[in-house]
């Protein structure tokens, strides 16, 4: 603006500066806006919904997604606090405290009359340059869809997908959770088994959808009678029947529901134009007379509603641990049990288990007899609970065991391959302190390997989960294979299964039976199956008794069976005879 010459260094250098701060401004106001544009971009086209919020809580960003997940617009919440009450507590916490949250899980309903979404909720605050909160960040994550896929397969994993009721599992896991939650002494509760008498002939006659049909309608009639909040009305699989009576005060409270159940089946039922009568029987056990745990429970009221069948039908049993008109005979079992151990006047008797593609015999389980001297062969069904009752069932347990292992060593040094050998761990056996200890001392006297060893528990000894991992741990840490036996009649998380380190699955008789003719056991038998192999765990089915059943759980890829179709329970010296004859057993023999 001047000539050469009056032009001062100082003005010049003054006028450098200022341009290059210009310059600087600006290039820093075009990259501001680039970034702005970016984070505009990137909040916009996210598929959660973002709030941005100041040092105050005021609002500076609300995206698309955050409008659509909590029903408000950005123009109405633009520098104002979070309109949703819990939302913004949490960002107050966050920005006076600097505190975090992450994967809380929030109920948002956008509109009136709009189904609730399902989000997870993160917030934590933003900082400046010198660590100083200047503002907070939350996002909301849409999960609905997942949520109700879950809360879905949760419902059909509890729930009998013909009458809605609740299944085996579920019943069984509900008792299991009230006596873990500790019932009180004086408390009692009852647990009933429900069986159609005769239904057979309906399924025959009607053909299978009738009878569906009817079982709906039994649903229906049972749940009428049982509506209180504190009875619970579920499905085993066939025409069984379970129900729970929580808060009563006596056993006459049981009596009336059973007496109001038997009632209510004098109406016929309407199905396909027919007008069908029929009726029930019911087993009925008390907590804590009857049991105290799920499995005893469960087997006693089994055990009464048998006897009701046998007894004539259409009415209730009370389960009587000493049986009418058998009370000597108990008291005969029971003071002979400890002398039979000392008498050795027990014995082993071993089932067979097959290869069911090749028939070859793989393994045997080792099931205890008792051969009374003057009651003769008594089944494990009269003392087995005698056992359990008194304690005796632990060195009953013990001899079991070590005669298993002694047996099987004399298998092997008459030069027979050798194979796996099964014994039953009683509950009593599992709670002892020193289980370890005496099955490493039997495998150190027997010197079996402990790799053809497999020890049987039940799904009830697991309910105390971190208990059972570590008892379970130990024993595998022998080499000992663990099969949990029964399986699907008790209550058993799906996710411990691989944590309980399991080796083998051995689905309950009581689901085979019925594969020909129940749907739903054969579902849950090729569902059983199908999830164990997926995690790497073998199965074995017990109870096969027709070609039909062995061809069934061929097809299911089911690899070993036992049961009446192949051989029943037999003395040692034939399983060497079988052995002797052929190691392999034809499979294609005709049913």
Request: hydrophobic letters at 40%; proline letters at 3%; charged letters at 25%.
């Amino acid at each position: 603006m001047t000539t050469i010459d009056q032009h001062n260094p100082f003005l010049l250098a003054m006028l450098c500066t200022v341009v290059d701060s210009i310059e600087r401004e600006l290039l820093l106001k075009k990259q501001n806006r680039r970034l702005h544009i970016l984070n505009q971009v990137v909040i916009e086209t996210t598929r959660n919904g973002i709030i941005i919020t100041d040092r105050d809580g005021n609002i500076t960003e609300f995206n698309k997604f955050a409008e659509i997940l909590t029903g408000a617009k950005k123009q109405d919440v633009i520098n104002k606090p979070i309109p949703n009450a819990k939302t913004n507590d949490f960002i107050k916490e966050v920005l006076q405290t600097g505190k975090e949250y992450e994967d809380m899980e929030f109920m948002l309903r956008p509109k009136m009359g709009q189904d609730e979404r399902v989000c997870l909720f993160d917030a934590f605050p933003i900082r400046d340059e010198n660590m100083q909160i200047m503002g907070a960040f939350a996002q909301f994550r849409d999960i609905t869809e997942r949520y109700h896929t879950q809360k879905q397969i949760n419902y059909l994993a509890y729930h009998d997908d013909l009458t809605g009721l609740p299944n085996r599992r579920f019943f069984t896991g509900h008792i299991g959770e009230l006596l873990r939650q500790g019932v009180n002494e004086n408390r009692i509760f009852a647990v009933m088994f429900l069986d159609l008498d005769s239904f057979k002939k309906i399924n025959d006659t009607l053909g299978h959808n009738n009878g569906d049909v009817l079982l709906k309608m039994v649903a229906e009639r049972l749940k009428a009678c049982c509506h209180a909040s504190d009875q619970l009305v579920s499905r085993m699989g066939g025409d069984e029947f379970t129900i729970l009576l929580e808060e009563i005060k006596d056993q006459m409270e049981a009596i009336q529901v059973a007496e109001e159940i038997i009632r209510a089946f004098e109406k016929p039922f309407a199905v396909d134009g027919y007008e069908l009568y029929i009726t029930a029987s019911i087993g009925i056990a008390f907590y804590p007379q009857d049991g105290r745990d799920v499995e005893m429970l469960m087997k006693n009221a089994d055990i009464a509603l048998y006897q009701m069948k046998d007894d004539g039908k259409n009415n209730y049993n009370i389960f009587k641990s000493i049986p009418s008109g058998g009370g000597i005979e108990r008291l005969t079992l029971e003071n002979s049990i400890r002398k039979a151990l000392q008498l050795e006047e027990f014995v082993l008797y071993y089932q067979p288990q097959i290869d069911s593609k090749t028939g070859e015999i793989i393994g045997t389980e080792a099931l205890v007899r008792w051969n009374h001297p003057t009651l003769g062969l008594i089944p494990p069904a009269k003392f087995i609970p005698i056992a359990e009752e008194t304690g005796l069932i632990v060195p009953l347990g013990k001899w079991v065991l070590k005669t298993a292992c002694l047996q099987h060593q004399k298998w092997k040094e008459k030069g027979f391959t050798p194979m796996r050998v099964s014994v039953n761990l009683s509950s009593r056996q599992f709670s002892k302190h020193d289980l370890v200890e005496t099955i490493k001392e039997i495998l150190l006297e027997t010197h079996i390997d402990p790799s053809y060893l497999e020890l049987e528990i039940t799904e009830s000894m697991t309910m105390n989960v971190e208990v059972a991992i570590e008892i379970l741990g130990k024993l595998k840490e022998l080499g000992i294979l663990i099969c949990i036996d029964d399986f699907g009649t008790g209550y058993s998380n799906l996710s411990y299964l691989k944590q309980f380190a399991i080796d083998r699955l051995k689905i309950d008789q009581s689901f085979v039976r019925d594969i020909m003719t129940d749907s739903n056991d054969a579902d849950i038998v090729a569902t059983v199956i199908a999830m164990a192999h997926k995690l790497g765990i073998d199965v074995i089915a017990e109870g096969v008794e027709t070609k039909d059943q062995l061809n069934f759980l061929r097809s299911q890829n089911c690899h070993e069976v036992q049961g009446f179709y192949y051989y029943p329970p037999i003395p040692a010296e034939q399983i060497e005879q079988l052995l002797m004859q052929t190691t392999t057993i034809k499979t294609n023999l005709q049913g």
